[in-house]
């Protein structure tokens, strides 16, 4: 008579109860996620969107290659620089520099190099724990150059989008 036992004393009643459960922890989790990440588009750039295609502005970049205009981003201790290798640049005016996080937007910077002797310097710290996405460009946005800073690495080339003719 003693010997009724109840079901929740079953592992196998836990197991049809829990796995249920945590299908649905999961996928509000996956939702959560996918609502916070932000945009969808593969560039940082304003795109139009064409019959589900996404459609940049090229112009600064083929303004940069037309330039024949190309350089080096270096990291130092507290400062990043850019150094002209080749190309015609105004050295008197400014550059902006956007720095892109891989895979999270709030991580995303931009600062304004002001000239400096040997090319462009700003006051910023960037740590080398992941790759950086980097442009380049002018204050006024007329031309623009792309790179990426490896992991670890404290230079990078950065030349523009679009190859030559």
Do not use: C, N, Y
């Not at 009724?4 to 989790?29: D, H, K, Q, T």
């Not at 380049?136 to 679009?162: C, E, F, H, N, S």
């Amino acid at each position: 008579m003693g010997d009724e036992r109840s079901p929740w004393r079953e592992p196998m009643v836990w197991l049809i109860v829990a796995l249920p459960l945590s299908s649905i922890v999961a996928g509000f989790s996956l939702l959560a996620i996918s609502v916070r990440s932000g945009s969808i588009d593969a560039v940082a750039d304003p795109v139009v969107r064409t019959a589900q295609i996404q459609v940049s502005d090229l112009g600064p970049d083929e303004r940069a290659r037309q330039l024949g205009l190309s350089g080096v981003f270096r990291v130092g201790i507290g400062l990043i620089e850019f150094l002209p290798v080749t190309g015609d640049f105004d050295r008197g005016a400014p550059l902006r520099v956007a720095i892109g996080h891989p895979t999270l937007a709030s991580a995303d910077r931009e600062v304004l190099l002001q000239p400096a002797e040997a090319g462009w310097r700003g006051a910023m710290g960037l740590e080398g724990a992941h790759d950086w996405r980097l442009t380049i460009m002018a204050d006024d946005g007329r031309w623009r150059l792309r790179g990426r800073l490896p992991k670890g690495q404290l230079a990078a080339r950065v030349q523009p989008a679009v190859g030559s003719p």
